[in-house]
């Protein structure tokens, strides 16, 4: 008997199960190689970080990022999907406060012309990703038509760096600009001066005397990607508790040993031996003297997912959204407790309201100054109103007005019959006259008054007011 047997069987046995522990840590390898990632991510190394305005290259850098981040990231396109959503809704119209109804018509005509729908989602849409945004007008003289053009951020340069990004401002006001300059694709050379009352610059979150604006996902940028790199390693973690090393331990001689560890060798590509991996729902038939060990990482990690909704959490606090809007999870809140008057979320919505409904009303002006110039308007017309103290309509000659109302959605449910009782209350109290109550119900008072004494007339069999009298009369032959 040789008496070195087993220990040639130990050794080579300890020798198999190496190689299936490198074997294992090869696919654990090549499971980990997903948290690998190249791509250059937000850094702060912007070279004036502590002044309010940036360099002309980072403000590209900035923006550039945040484009890319909007593009491929999920969370950071629900930010700005989301402030779309909620500031304009499906559609904000704009209804003009003069009482010629041809100035409503021109404004109608041209909305449809111009896809006024579409452009106020992406006028909002460009401000929060790009953090400004140029809309440029243009007029036909001889019809008095306009039409618009988003022009984007890097084609506003000035190529001689002489005036800076790309702005004339006058000298002792930066806040009041004279010219942007437009430039080549290649930003090598300029193509135009575009005087300052073409353009319309809407910039966020910067002061007035800065003078291009910064993306809502700069102080969230570098918070976005780690949270990509936690989701990455995530799955590389689920990955790696799948990889499942296999020993087989064989009783018997050194021999029998090697020769079961040969019949179970392959080759691969390269032309290397590999021990060949069971496939799913592989059947093993063992001999009473082979064993089988199953080996797997002792991984816990089940308290990581606190991480991932702390990074969430900072995103949405950055953005000033409710985490739901961001994660897409409402298992933390619900619609009571988010959507009301005091959310912080509602508030934000609101601010941003008041901001853009300031860039809107500069976009009617556009239209209706553009009809009047071209004499499709008229510029002093004939209009009826209604005297508070006599409360008799008079006419007077007056200017077509260039004040609209601009409807931004509503962001809180109203309960118009809590609303209603309250008004009534207060108007048994003596505390707001009825003219109020119907401005704040979004009822025109005069106007309501005129149609409830028609109808009261009406149902009484007298004479109704000469003045609806008239204005049904004009109906009629409209319809006709």
Not at 4 to 20: C, D, N, S, T
Not at 397 to 407: A, Q, R, Y
Request: net charge negative.
């Amino acid at each position: 008997m040789n008496i070195f047997a087993p220990i040639k069987a130990f050794l080579a046995r300890k020798e198999y199960e190496a190689e299936q522990f490198g074997l294992a840590g090869r696919y654990l390898r090549e499971s980990s190689n997903i948290v690998v990632d190249n791509e250059v991510g937000w850094t702060a190394s912007l070279s004036n970080l502590e002044n309010k305005q940036l360099e002309e290259s980072d403000q590209d850098t900035l923006r550039q990022q945040a484009i890319e981040f909007y593009y491929r990231r999920p969370h950071a396109r629900a930010i700005i999907h989301t402030f779309c959503k909620f500031v304009v809704g499906r559609n904000t119209p704009i209804i003009a406060n003069d009482e010629n109804l041809a100035v409503q018509e021109w404004w109608d005509a041209y909305a449809r012309r111009d896809k006024f729908v579409l452009r106020q989602k992406e006028f909002v849409r460009r401000a929060f990703r790009d953090g400004e945004v140029f809309l440029r007008r243009f007029i036909n003289t001889s019809t008095g038509e306009v039409s618009t053009r988003f022009i984007d951020p890097n084609r506003i340069e000035d190529p001689t760096k002489q005036v800076s990004h790309g702005i004339e401002t006058l000298p002792d006001d930066v806040e009041t600009p004279v010219a942007y300059y437009y430039v080549s694709a290649d930003g090598t050379k300029l193509q135009e001066k575009i005087p300052a009352e073409e353009i319309i610059h809407a910039k966020l979150f910067v002061d007035g005397n800065v003078k291009r604006g910064r993306s809502i996902l700069e102080i969230v940028l570098p918070l976005l990607r780690k949270y990509d790199e936690w989701l990455n390693d995530r799955i590389a973690l689920n990955k790696v508790r799948t990889a499942v090393a296999i020993i087989r331990k064989v009783t018997g001689t050194p021999s029998q040993v090697t020769a079961i560890a040969d019949a179970n060798k392959t080759s691969n590509a390269a032309g290397q031996d590999v021990h060949r991996m069971l496939r799913p729902g592989t059947v093993i038939t063992a001999s009473s003297n082979t064993e089988f060990e199953y080996l797997s990482p002792n991984l816990d990690a089940a308290d990581v997912q606190h991480d991932g909704r702390a990074i969430l959490l900072a995103i949405a606090s950055g953005a000033g959204l409710a985490e739901y809007m961001v994660s897409a999870d409402a298992s933390n809140a619900n619609y009571s407790s988010t959507m009301i008057a005091e959310s912080p979320a509602v508030r934000e919505f609101q601010d941003w309201q008041e901001v853009f409904r300031f860039y809107f009303e500069i976009w009617y002006r556009w239209v209706i100054e553009a009809g009047i110039a071209s004499g499709k308007l008229p510029k002093r017309s004939q209009r009826t109103v209604h005297n508070a103290d006599t409360k008799k309509t008079d006419t007077v000659d007056s200017d077509t007005s260039l004040e609209c109302n601009v409807k931004f959605p509503p962001l809180v449910h109203r309960n118009l019959e809590q609303e209603t009782k309250a008004f009534v209350l207060q108007l048994q109290a003596g505390l707001v006259s009825r003219e109020t109550i119907a401005g704040a119900l979004g009822y025109d008072f005069w106007q309501e008054e005129d149609r409830l004494e028609y109808e009261n007339s009406q149902l009484a069999g007298t004479t109704p007011p000469a003045i609806m009298a008239q204005d049904k009369a004009d109906e009629s032959k409209e319809e006709v």
